[in-house]
C-alpha cells in the first residue's frame, strides 16, 4: 500500500487505474488522454469496513472487472493501480517530537502507536506510513493507513484473476488530495454513497483525517460533523480554516455550497478535476492521474 502524496509511480505509469466503491468501479486507462469507463454494482456486492471482509459477492464483483478489461492474448501480467473505499482502510495523522531516520526503527515507533487504535493484529496486518515534516522545529506528522491483510487481499483478488497486478494501492481521499493545492488551512470534505471523509490540510500538510458513516447522507448531518472540525483547527494549529472544500457533492448541486458557507461562516468551494468529470465515486481516481502529469 502506498500514500499519493507525490507522483510515486516513477517507472511508466501502469495501463489501469481503478477505483472502487458500494456504487460500482470506475476504470481509466492511463493514457496521455484517459479513457473512462464506470460499471456499477448491485447493493451488497461490496460492504465497506475497516475491520471484516468487504467483498461479499466475489463471483459478481470478478465478472464486472472482467467485463471492463480486454482480454490479454498474450497472458503478460499488466500492472494497475487500486484505489479502495476510504473506510476500508484506517487513516490517521500520528504527531512525532522527533522521528527516526532508520526505516526499521520508524516501522517499529509506528506501529507502537498505532496498535492502540486498530482492533486487530498490526504485525500481521498491511501498514505504510508517510512522514511529513510539521514546520522548522523538528517534528513529525505522519500519516499512517492500515488494514487488514485480508481485507486488501480480497479487493486485489479479481484483478488478479484478470491478470492485472494491483502494483499501487491507495485509498480514495488519499488520492483524491492530489486535487488540493491550497496553499492554507483548509478543510476538505469527500462524499461517497454513505461515507464522509473529512481531513485537514494546512500548508500542504495532512494534519487529520476522519472516515465517518452517516446515517441519512443529509447537508445538515454532514454540517454537524463539520463544525468539530473547525473547532479542532483552532484549537490544535491556533489558525482558521480558510476554505472549506467540497468533493463528491453532486446529489446536492449548489445547496450545499450555499448552506455550509451560511451556517459555518467559512468560504465553500468545490473540488475540481484538471481531467474527467468529478462524481461521487471517481475522485481517486481522477486524483491519481493528476499525479502522473
Request: hydrophobic residues 45%; proline residues 6%.
Amino acid at each position: 500500500m502506498n500514500l499519493p502524496f507525490a507522483a510515486l509511480w516513477r517507472d511508466p505509469p501502469p495501463a489501469f487505474a481503478f477505483e472502487l466503491s458500494e456504487a460500482g468501479v470506475a476504470m481509466a486507462r492511463t493514457a496521455k488522454d484517459p479513457e473512462f469507463d464506470f460499471r456499477p454494482l448491485d447493493a451488497g456486492i461490496i460492504s465497506v469496513s475497516p475491520s471484516r471482509d468487504n467483498i461479499l459477492e466475489p463471483d459478481k464483483l470478478a465478472a464486472t472487472v472482467r467485463g471492463m478489461v480486454p482480454q490479454n492474448g498474450s497472458r503478460k501480467r499488466r500492472d494497475a493501480a487500486l484505489i479502495l473505499p476510504d473506510s476500508s482502510v484506517r487513516v490517521s495523522v500520528l504527531d512525532f517530537d522527533s522521528f527516526p531516520t532508520d526505516a526499521k526503527e520508524q516501522l517499529s515507533l509506528v506501529r507502537f502507536r498505532i496498535k492502540k487504535g486498530v482492533p486487530y493484529d498490526v504485525e500481521s496486518a498491511i501498514l505504510s506510513y508517510h512522514a511529513q515534516a510539521a514546520g522548522g522545529n523538528g517534528k513529525f506528522d505522519v500519516v499512517v493507513a492500515i488494514a487488514p491483510a485480508e481485507i486488501v487481499a480480497r479487493y486485489e483478488a479479481p484483478f488478479r484473476s484478470a491478470s492485472i497486478e494491483p502494483g499501487f494501492v491507495t485509498t480514495s481521499a488519499l488520492a483524491a488530495l492530489e486535487l488540493v493545492n491550497e496553499k492554507g488551512t483548509v478543510v476538505v470534505a469527500k462524499l461517497s454513497g454513505r461515507m464522509l471523509t473529512i481531513m485537514v490540510v494546512s500548508s500542504g500538510v495532512l494534519k487529520l483525517v476522519r472516515a465517518l458513516e452517516l446515517t441519512e447522507a443529509s447537508i445538515e448531518e454532514v454540517a454537524a460533523d463539520l463544525y468539530p472540525t473547525l473547532v479542532y483547527i483552532e484549537d490544535n494549529l491556533a489558525a482558521k480554516a480558510e476554505k472549506v472544500l467540497l468533493a463528491g457533492f453532486v446529489r446536492f448541486g449548489a445547496e450545499a455550497r450555499d448552506v455550509f458557507a451560511r451556517e459555518l461562516r467559512v468560504p465553500v468551494e468545490l473540488v475540481r478535476a484538471g481531467v474527467g468529470v468529478a462524481g461521487e465515486n471517481n475522485l481517486g481516481l481522477l486524483g491519481y492521474l493528476q499525479s502522473l502529469q
